[in-house]
């Protein structure tokens, strides 16, 4: 009943238990004859709740291995893709965490004391939640309104388009930050390990470069930075390949001559951001070709 939810997209277990009886091919596959009482719809949702995820997980790591066993899979090549899915919650059930508000929502008090009481790595951690599905996130796709989603990640073998490893994570989830899992759940799912991978630009990141080259994985990747390069806030702004490195003093000179000097250091994303005082860059006739950002004098 399961599989005919999710492979048929039926929108819920009480749509599902009054098709199941419209549908002689449904009848078939479930075993049951044209006067069988069906089962009532809690009952998917107590069997779930009893067998938990690790029975699912197991049961579909299976079958990727059966697929493995009978020689589908390849292995040595590995197609890894992420995409976003709408979640089945308003942006109105959406908290600032940072916002007095907050303590008079009622469906936020109730999720942060359900997020207490157990371990979850969800948008709970980030500024924005969804009271009534903490495990979705707000997200722009394209130009368009930011909306609750999930986002899929998925890998997939090319011999006979095998998908090898899945993980759903929140939306706001990078597509880069996952490739490393995508790589382990595959190599344990099929006991094979990746020679080369393919994927979007998403992925192009200095994190992942150094991760196949370590790894001794080829990937056939472009780079982000190159890819994004000319476009969007970057029109008509000066390339890094501008701004020449001093090693001697750990300084960058700009395309104007001036000097930047190393401000901070962004542990998050492991990179160090150089600057020249705000003043002289108000004044530089560059500054239109260097950034967007406002300067403050």
């Known amino acids: 009943m399961m599989l005919l939810l999710v492979l048929y997209n039926v929108r819920s277990e009480r749509e599902l238990m009054l098709t199941i009886p419209e549908r002689l091919d449904w009848l078939y596959f479930l075993g049951y004859n044209l006067n069988d009482e069906i089962h009532h719809h809690s009952v998917l949702s107590k069997a779930r709740s009893r067998w938990g995820v690790k029975a699912f997980k197991k049961l579909f790591e299976r079958i990727v291995w059966q697929f493995a066993e009978a020689g589908l899979i390849d292995g040595s090549k590995l197609f890894v893709d992420a995409s976003l899915i709408?979640?089945?919650?308003?942006?109105?059930?959406?908290?600032?965490?940072?916002?007095?508000?907050?303590?008079?929502?009622?469906?936020?008090?109730?999720?942060?004391?359900?997020?207490?009481?157990?371990?979850k790595t969800t948008p709970a951690n980030s500024r924005y939640i969804s009271t009534t599905d903490p495990d979705a996130s707000p997200t722009r796709r394209g130009g368009g309104k930011s909306k609750l989603r999930y986002k899929?990640?998925?890998?997939?073998?090319?011999?006979?388009?095998?998908?090898?490893?899945?993980?759903?994570?929140?939306?706001?989830?990078?597509?880069?930050?996952?490739?490393?899992?995508?790589i382990d759940i595959h190599q344990k799912n099929t006991q094979k390990v990746a020679e080369t991978t393919v994927a979007d630009s998403k992925y192009g990141t200095i994190n992942t470069f150094l991760l196949?080259?370590?790894?001794?994985?080829?990937?056939?990747?472009?780079?982000?930075?190159?890819?994004?390069?000319?476009?969007?806030?970057?029109k008509e702004i000066f390339p890094k390949e501008a701004f020449v490195y001093n090693p001697g003093d750990d300084t960058f000179t700009c395309p104007g001559g001036k000097s930047l000097k190393r401000r901070n250091y962004h542990k998050k994303r492991n990179h160090c951001e150089y600057k020249a005082s705000s003043g002289l860059c108000a004044q530089?006739?560059?500054?239109?070709?260097?950034?967007?950002?406002?300067?403050?004098?």
């Open 152 to 182: 899929t990640h998925r890998a997939a073998d090319p011999k006979h388009e095998v998908i090898t490893a899945t993980k759903i994570t929140p939306g706001s989830v990078d597509d880069g930050d996952m490739f490393k899992e995508m």
């Open 284 to 297: 530089c006739e560059l500054r239109k070709q260097c950034t967007r950002s406002k300067v403050v004098v």
């Open 86 to 119: 709408d979640a089945d919650a308003s942006n109105n059930s959406v908290v600032d965490t940072r916002s007095l508000k907050k303590y008079l929502n009622k469906g936020y008090r109730q999720l942060e004391k359900r997020l207490d009481d157990v371990e």
């Open 212 to 234: 196949c080259h370590d790894a001794g994985i080829k990937a056939h990747i472009a780079s982000r930075e190159k890819t994004q390069r000319g476009s969007g806030r970057q």
